[in-house]
């Protein structure tokens, strides 16, 4: 069974960084594409990046770009999430997903996804 395990999230300033971790089980990791997605509190859930399978395609949502980095390290089955530059509107709970090969991005289509963590960010 598929399982998405998400880490990495906390409290930090504004102006501070993240690293977000999703390790994957269950599942050939390098066969498919990553997505971060969030949910603020009262808020629809967003697309934030994507990388395809083969980390050959990235795609970040424009309020990220620049500031967050999507990767994958298929020999260790997880995906990262680097935020830097954070602002209090990056306040939300992030999820990892999976989809086989490509993101469909900004679709949020994916087959599995994590439980979540919290980064909140502090003005």
């Known amino acids: 069974q598929a399982q998405l395990v998400e880490s990495g999230g906390g409290l930090v300033q504004a102006g501070g960084s993240l690293r977000l971790s999703c390790a994957a089980s269950g599942l050939t990791f390098s066969s498919y594409a990553m997505g971060w997605f969030r949910q603020a509190q009262g808020m629809e859930r967003e697309s934030v990046a994507a990388v395809d399978w083969n980390g050959a395609n990235l795609y970040y949502a424009d309020s990220v770009k620049g500031r967050f980095t999507i990767s994958r390290d298929n020999g260790k089955n997880t995906a990262y999430l680097q935020m830097n530059n954070l602002k209090p509107e990056d306040t939300a709970v992030y999820y990892c997903?999976?989809?086989?090969?490509?993101?469909?991005?900004?679709?949020?289509?994916?087959?599995?996804w994590g439980q979540g963590t919290q980064v909140t960010v502090s003005s």
């Open positions: 997903a999976a989809r086989p090969y490509t993101t469909n991005w900004p679709k949020s289509d994916y087959y599995y």
